[in-house]
Protein backbone atom coordinates (compact mmCIF):
# COMPACT_ATOMS: atom_id res chain seq x y z
CA UNK A 1 0.00 0.00 0.00
CA UNK A 2 3.11 2.18 0.87
CA UNK A 3 4.38 2.14 -2.81
CA UNK A 4 1.02 2.70 -3.74
CA UNK A 5 0.67 5.86 -1.95
CA UNK A 6 4.33 6.95 -3.58
CA UNK A 7 3.47 6.21 -7.23
CA UNK A 8 0.58 8.21 -6.95
CA UNK A 9 2.34 10.96 -4.98
CA UNK A 10 5.31 10.99 -8.02
CA UNK A 11 2.26 10.78 -10.81
CA UNK A 12 0.66 13.90 -9.20
CA UNK A 13 3.79 15.89 -8.90
CA UNK A 14 4.39 15.30 -12.44
CA UNK A 15 0.89 15.98 -13.41
CA UNK A 16 0.66 20.07 -11.42
CA UNK A 17 0.89 22.64 -13.62
CA UNK A 18 4.29 23.44 -14.66
CA UNK A 19 6.02 27.12 -12.75
CA UNK A 20 6.89 28.66 -15.71
CA UNK A 21 4.21 30.07 -17.87
CA UNK A 22 4.02 27.69 -21.45
CA UNK A 23 4.08 29.79 -24.36
CA UNK A 24 0.79 30.91 -25.97
CA UNK A 25 1.60 29.73 -30.05
CA UNK A 26 -0.75 30.24 -32.65
CA UNK A 27 -0.57 29.08 -36.27
CA UNK A 28 -1.26 31.79 -39.03
CA UNK A 29 -0.82 32.90 -42.14
CA UNK A 30 1.83 35.40 -43.13
CA UNK A 31 1.00 38.80 -42.69
CA UNK A 32 3.07 39.89 -45.62
CA UNK A 33 3.10 36.67 -47.93
CA UNK A 34 6.53 37.02 -49.95
CA UNK A 35 7.02 37.40 -53.45
CA UNK A 36 8.32 34.88 -56.23
CA UNK A 37 11.67 36.84 -56.54
CA UNK A 38 12.08 37.19 -52.39
CA UNK A 39 11.91 33.34 -52.48
CA UNK A 40 14.48 33.04 -55.26
CA UNK A 41 15.87 35.31 -53.34
CA UNK A 42 16.25 33.54 -49.98
CA UNK A 43 16.73 30.14 -51.78
CA UNK A 44 19.74 31.36 -53.08
CA UNK A 45 21.50 32.89 -49.91
CA UNK A 46 20.83 29.43 -48.04
CA UNK A 47 21.84 27.00 -51.25
CA UNK A 48 24.90 29.54 -51.04
CA UNK A 49 25.77 29.31 -47.28
CA UNK A 50 25.50 25.44 -47.14
CA UNK A 51 27.39 24.47 -50.99
CA UNK A 52 30.05 27.41 -50.81
CA UNK A 53 32.34 25.87 -47.55
CA UNK A 54 31.53 22.14 -49.11
CA UNK A 55 32.60 23.44 -52.46
CA UNK A 56 36.11 24.73 -50.77
CA UNK A 57 36.66 21.62 -49.06
CA UNK A 58 36.32 19.49 -51.86
CA UNK A 59 37.81 21.53 -54.43
CA UNK A 60 40.93 21.66 -51.51
CA UNK A 61 40.98 18.03 -50.60
CA UNK A 62 44.35 17.45 -51.95
CA UNK A 63 45.60 20.25 -49.93
CA UNK A 64 44.16 18.62 -46.81
CA UNK A 65 45.36 15.38 -47.39
CA UNK A 66 48.90 15.89 -47.86
CA UNK A 67 49.37 18.20 -44.68
CA UNK A 68 52.01 16.98 -42.62
CA UNK A 69 50.58 15.74 -39.07
Known sequence: ???FQRGSQLLAAALR???APRAQLK???PEHPL???EQTIAFA???TSFMLPTGWVL???H???SRPE
Do not use: D, E, G, V
Request: glycine share 0%; aromatic share 10%.
Open 59 to 61: ANL
Open 27 to 29: SQP
Open 63 to 65: HYK
Open 35 to 37: SAA
Open 1 to 3: MRA
Open 45 to 47: IMF
Open 17 to 19: TPR
